[in-house]
């Protein structure tokens, strides 16, 4: 048995850069174990498996250590894979989805633009070990949606953090949003979800989901220009229509290839 695998690299026009994400298409469902041991041999943030329907793509996401409710950046490299290799004249992909409900991505000139429900954090109590794990004093604001949605004064104090991944990972949510106010773009943010096996996450569509409606709402707009300050870095186009969010951004192949299960 031979499956096909890619892998891109999703908010990023340039190879090494944005967030990589395997992508297999599938004709039938395999057992939930197999996946979750493919998602551990890539031991990348998340690889993605689609199943053609009738309606469009049924779509799941696996990190090296679960299956997680909703992921951007491997939904973005689905779409480009679609686009590019197996329905190359389809303009919009529908995706449906185990928790996230149906989840939609278009294609036009090299842009590919994911149409994801907003996630609006609220306010929370701020555990003791949160800014520790953080390794900051000073925060604006501390909310929570399924991740903690921690916002910092500035860009540079984003940019600077230096977590406590073990600290981290005692905490009772998925993952960790850091975020600010930016000035190389609107609002910038880092990502850490060590309890998925992931320090610190390249680009996080899903974060935006959180990100998008709370700074459409401080700065009153919304269009959105996103950073996320990773090494591998990213950029997002976003815009908050509806109580949905769109995020726009490229995509590039890495490479294509071939998983062999005949002994698995």
């Excluded at 990190?63 to 389809?90: M, R, W």
Aim: glycine residues 6%; proline residues 5%; contains cysteine.
């Amino acid at each position: 048995m031979k499956l096909t695998i890619y892998q891109v690299d999703a908010f990023t026009d340039k190879v090494f850069g944005g967030n990589p994400a395997a992508v297999i298409p599938l004709q039938a469902w395999p057992e939930d174990s197999l996946m979750q041991k493919i998602a551990m041999e890539n031991n990348l943030s998340e690889t993605a498996f689609f199943v053609k329907t009738d309606e469009g793509y049924h779509l799941r996401w696996f990190t090296p250590q679960n299956e997680i409710d909703l992921c951007g950046h491997a939904t973005l490299a689905s779409a480009y894979v679609i686009k590019n290799f197996l329905e190359p004249h389809i303009q919009e992909i529908q995706f449906s989805t185990q928790v996230a409900g149906i989840l939609k991505a278009s294609a036009k000139d090299g842009l590919y633009t994911l149409d994801f429900p907003a996630r609006v954090p609220e306010t929370s109590e701020i555990p003791e070990t949160l800014l520790e794990s953080l390794g900051v004093d000073v925060v604006v604001e501390v909310l929570k949606s399924r991740d903690y949605f921690v916002v910092l004064p500035n860009e540079e104090a984003v940019q600077n953090l230096d977590p406590d991944f073990s600290l981290m990972k005692e905490l009772d949510a998925f993952g960790v949003i850091a975020t600010a106010k930016g000035h190389s773009a609107d609002a910038v943010s880092r990502c850490f979800f060590p309890k998925a096996g992931i320090q610190e996450d390249p680009v996080t569509g899903s974060a935006h989901c959180n990100i998008v409606p709370y700074w459409s709402e401080k700065l009153g707009k919304k269009e959105l220009s996103c950073k996320q300050l990773s090494k591998r870095g990213g950029d997002l186009l976003c815009e908050l229509k509806d109580g949905r969010v769109l995020m726009s951004g490229k995509c590039v192949l890495y490479m294509t290839g071939e998983i062999l299960l005949n002994h698995a």
